[in-house]
């Protein structure tokens, strides 16, 4: 079992930056491939980045890809998202997501992953 919480959301300004944070409980982490996945206002979950139990290899969706960075540290138990050059079409709920994977790689497909956090809000003020 791993437990996920998310944090670091909140309202910003178009152009600013936002760290997330998920934090894991449970021994299974460095087992996991991790995600960041959104979810805007009437519109369907998507897929935003991944990251390897490792951490060797990652994957970002076209939108984010340049802008977005995600990171881990499997002794923390932790993931991270650092986003930068905020825009409102950032705005929504994002949820860090794991699943247990055999192989160090990526998993951008949501119906993989096992294990989801409740959500942290973020809103980009234009």
């Known amino acids: 079992q791993v437990q996920l919480v998310e944090s670091g959301g909140g309202l910003v300004q178009a152009g600013d930056s936002l760290r997330l944070a998920c934090t894991a409980s449970g021994r299974t982490f460095s087992s996991c491939a991790m995600g960041w996945f959104r979810q805007a206002p009437g519109k369907e979950r998507e897929f935003v980045a991944g990251i390897s139990r490792t951490g060797d290899s990652s994957y970002y969706a076209a939108s984010v890809k340049g802008r977005f960075t995600i990171s881990r540290d499997n002794a923390k138990n932790k993931e991270y998202m650092q986003m930068n050059s905020l825009t409102p079409d950032d705005t929504a709920v994002y949820y860090c997501?794991?699943?247990?994977?055999?192989?160090?790689?990526?998993?951008?497909?949501?119906?993989?992953?096992?294990?989801w956090g409740q959500g942290t809000q973020v809103t980009v003020s234009s």
């Open positions: 997501a794991a699943v247990q994977t055999p192989a160090d790689s990526v998993v951008s497909d949501q119906k993989r992953y096992t294990y």
